[in-house]
């Protein structure tokens, strides 16, 4: 039996890391610690697959808990808890860690053991703007084949170029 935080990564601002289980049957009641960074914030939960499910956070412990209807938990995607990271952190990775003491998994048989697995937040660097656009101002009506370039973007990975109205022409390409 296993309960994963499973790495994210994402642009500061809203990151969503999922929690995943694999290998419990019949569970009746659990109840799930994590302790997180200062520096993130927690604001709630997303896509949970249990009704009833309830989180929440006091003094950077995030705690999960249910207590119900059994249910079997085999590969299942349990839930996306939601954090914020403030765009000063880009580059910086977060650990969310497990209190494994503390976290356990009940069925009518008693409590069933977990491996657990912490998990991390990666803040991504945010890309630079495009600051030289080289090429000619304005063309006529019919020409094709002008080419426009830009010098390399810091932390970008692809170019997306536009038009502006949409109807004025075709792009054909957004190389790197």
Partial sequence: ?????????ACPGEIQIPIEVIGFEDIST?????????NISFVGFENSNISNIMVEENGG????YYD???VNL?????IDLVFYVESEFAGEVF???WIENDCHYYSDNGEVSSNY??????????????INIIGIDSICIGTAGIVYETTEIENAVTYIWSLEPEN????TSNEL
Avoid at 1 to 9: D, G, V
Avoid at 168 to 171: F, K
Wanted: hydrophobic residues 45%; glycine residues 10%.
């Fill in 30 to 38: 659990f109840e799930l610690y994590m302790e997180t960074p200062d």
């Fill in 1 to 9: 039996m296993n309960t994963s935080l499973i790495f994210s990564a």
């Fill in 68 to 70: 119900g209807d059994a």
């Fill in 95 to 97: 650990d969310i860690i």
């Fill in 61 to 64: 412990i995030v705690s999960v």
């Fill in 117 to 130: 697995e912490d998990g991390q937040i990666s803040a991504e660097l945010l890309p630079g703007d495009a």
């Fill in 74 to 78: 085999d590969g299942v995607h349990l």
């Fill in 168 to 171: 004025a022409g075709e792009i």
